[in-house]
Each structure stands twice: as C-alpha cells, then as structure tokens.
C-alpha cells in the first residue's frame, strides 16, 4: 500500500512512516518543518524516508505527491495550548486550512481513503456522572473555585460533586482551546469530504501521547516533555491544581500501531471517530513522580493553579479501538515512562543546527 503521510518528520507521523517500511508499505512522506516543533531542520531518523519539504496547503505540490496514492495518513498539524489568542490565525490556517486543501486534491486524485490525527481534545470535560442526575455536562469551573482550591467540577443542575466517567466517542464535544476548536473543525471538514465523495475516514482521537522525539522547551510541548525537561535540569517538575486530575497516557508506538491497523482496516463509511489510549489511567501528578523516580530527580512541586484551556479529568472509554480496529495499547505506564526519561527528543528551535 503507497500511503501519503503528512507531517511525516514529527514527533507521530515519523513513528507511523516507520511502521509503514517495516510493514513492507511504501510511506510517501511530505513535512512543513515548521519551526515550532523542529527549528527548521530535518530530523536524523526521518532522513531514510526522503520526505519532501512542503506546506499542504500547496495544492499543485499534493496533486503530485498523491499520483498512486491508495490512502492519505493525515498528522500534519499545529499542536499544543499556544501562548495567547494571537494563535489562532496559525491554528486555523495549518490545521484547517491545510486540512481543506488536502481533501479537495484527494477528491481531484480520486483517493478516498483518509486516517485523521484528531484529538481527545475536542471533548473539553470528560464524562461525568452525578448520583441524582446521572450522566451530565458538567458545569464551568469557575476561577473562584480553582483560585480556592476546589478543580473538580459539580453538577450543573444540583451543584452537586460529580464523579468522573470513561469518556466515550459518542460524548458531547466541547472544545475549550483554540488548538482543540481547529481539530473539530478537521473533524467537520472530513465528515464533510466523506458525505460528497463517499470517501471513509477513521478519525483518531489520541489522547495525552509521550515518547521518543517528542518535541521539547517549546510553548507547543506536552505535559511529559515538559516534565523531563525540568528533572534534566535538576528542578523539580511543576505539576499545576493539586495534580489529581486524570489522564490517559498513550505511547507513541502504540499511536502508530494504531494508524497502522485504520490503514488496513475496512474502509469505513463516513466519519468514524475512535478513542485511542493506553486504557490505563492515571494522574499527572502519577506522571510526574514516575518519571522523577526514573530520572533520579527531585519531587513534583504541586503548585495549584490552573491553565485557561485545561479541563479536570478526559479518561477515555477503549471499546470502540479494540472492537472495529482490533487495537488494545501494548506498552504499560510503567514501561513507557521509564523509557522515556532517557528517550531520545527532539532539540527545540533554539537550541537546533
């Protein structure tokens, strides 16, 4: 199978142009190299690929590359909070933009066959439930609240304490961040695109994915990243709230086995989200005292405080990965955090040749 994978030199879609070669598929590799993730220059280990340098939002460039194409692997975006809302012209034109561009040659091309790198995300709160009210949208945590001390959300019809619930694919989206916001909208676009053309597509929701290459000391890092750095520089990891809200974190192989088996899967029809996580949850004060035990380093320092875009908890509910794509994460919490502490990351645009 001849699979053009976007965003091929990042932190994912390196790792599922890999697994693609092994697998004996031909990944045809297009990445921006956008300064954010990569300062610019091209990764050592995406170098045996020959991926083109490239924007998707060239179409004339995506009518070329996508000649014999069978399926499109879709991971080029702009990740992460951002700084402010200055963002969200870049959010909008990578993400959506670039998602739009690319649907329309796939239609010229005539391939219709898409794998979508979405986002747990576009969920906003997880799933909740409330003994009086049952299954909830919970109400807005209030910046009285999180300034007293009190993250967890309560019921917005009795104001009652909820408890969280594995969030399903089916659960109400709710983006609360300009990034989460672009990845519906390429959720929207595709379901779109699959209506029109009678195209499939399996839209993966990843949720909180850590490992190898990932990118770090960027304002665009993940929580994991962001935790190593600190430790490698002897301080400790700044965990914000009370570090009790829950997660689920997936590694990066599993990711990419993950698009491996939508590749080969049935084409479905229509837009098909699936979760796709460890099915192990855990909180990131979890994540950060494992990996400070792993790297040796100080203790989490729970700080309080929120970020504006964060939500409590965002568990996801596994059954739908492992029922339609035959997918169950192999790589426990364990594993893959004391891996990760000396995995190897991708250099920050300062610090890169």
Known sequence: MRVLVTGAAGFIGSQIADLLAAEGHEPVCLDALLPQAHGGALPEWSRPHDPVVGDVRDAALLDRLLSGVDAVCHQAAMVGHGLDPSDAPDYAGHNDHGTAVLLAAMHRAGVSRLVLASSMVVYGEGRYTCARHGVVRPAPRRPADLAAGRYDPTCPACGGTLDPALV??????????????????????????????????????????????????????????????????????????????????????????????????????????????????????????????????????????????????????????????????????????????????????????
Do not use: I
């Not at 597509?201 to 962001?226: C, E, F, I, K």
């Not at 002897?234 to 709230?241: L, N, Q, T």
């Not at 909180?283 to 875009?309: F, H, K, N, S, Y």
């Open 168 to 353: 399903p694919e089916d659960a109400p989206l709710e983006p609360r961040s300009t990034y989460a916001a672009s990845k519906l909208a390429q959720e929207h676009y595709a379901a779109a695109w699959a209506r029109q053309t009678g195209g499939g597509v399996w839209a993966l929701r990843y949720h909180n994915v850590y490992g190898p290459r990932m990118p770090r000391d960027t304002p665009y890092a993940g929580v994991a990243s962001l935790f190593r750095s600190a430790l490698a520089d002897g301080r400790p990891p700044r965990v914000y709230e009370d570090g009790r809200q829950r997660r689920d974190f997936v590694h990066v192989t599993d990711v990419a086995r993950a698009n491996l088996l939508a590749l080969t899967a049935p084409t479905p029809e229509g837009l098909v989200p699936v979760n796709v996580c460890s099915g192990e949850p855990h909180t990131v004060g979890d994540l950060a005292a494992a990996l400070a035990r792993a790297m040796g380093g100080p203790e989490p320092e729970v700080v309080g405080g929120a970020r504006a875009a964060d939500v409590r908890h965002v568990v996801a509910d596994p059954t739908r990965a492992r029922d339609l794509l035959g997918y169950t994460a192999r790589v426990t919490f364990t594993e893959g955090v004391t891996a990760f502490a000396t995995d190897p990351l991708r250099e920050p645009a300062a610090l890169a040749a």
